[in-house]
Nanobody, 115 residues
């Protein structure tokens, strides 16, 4: 079992920045992949970015060049640095942890970008 607690969401103007954090209750060395997903009102949840235990990253085309995912294994925390935010980035952002055979989700944190 892995508990995930997200933080760092809020209201920001277009062009601004936010950094989301996701703290895991277990050692990151036991988690294969950490990821950030988002869900806007009336839309399906979509992948934002992922990072493996080895540090390999993947991100959606819509956020490439603006968002950066990173992980601090010593702090059991994964981050999402979001720069040059756009109104279309408005969504609830969820953290996900994938272990061998299981997946865990955080409760989500709201990000609102005003134009």
């Amino acid at each position: 079992q892995v508990q995930l607690v997200e933080s760092g969401g809020g209201l920001v103007q277009a062009g601004g920045s936010l950094r989301l954090s996701c703290a895991a209750s277990r050692s990151m060395f036991m988690i294969n992949t950490m990821g950030w997903y988002r869900q806007a009102p009336g839309k399906q949840r979509e992948l934002v970015a992922t990072i493996t235990l080895g540090g390999s990253t993947n991100s959606a085309d819509s956020v490439k060049g603006r968002f950066t995912i990173s992980r601090d294994n010593a702090r059991n925390t994964v981050y999402l640095q979001m720069n040059n935010l756009k109104p279309e980035d408005t969504a609830v952002y969820y953290c996900k942890a994938s272990t061998s055979g299981s997946a865990y989700w955080g409760q989500g944190t709201q990000v609102t970008v005003s134009s």
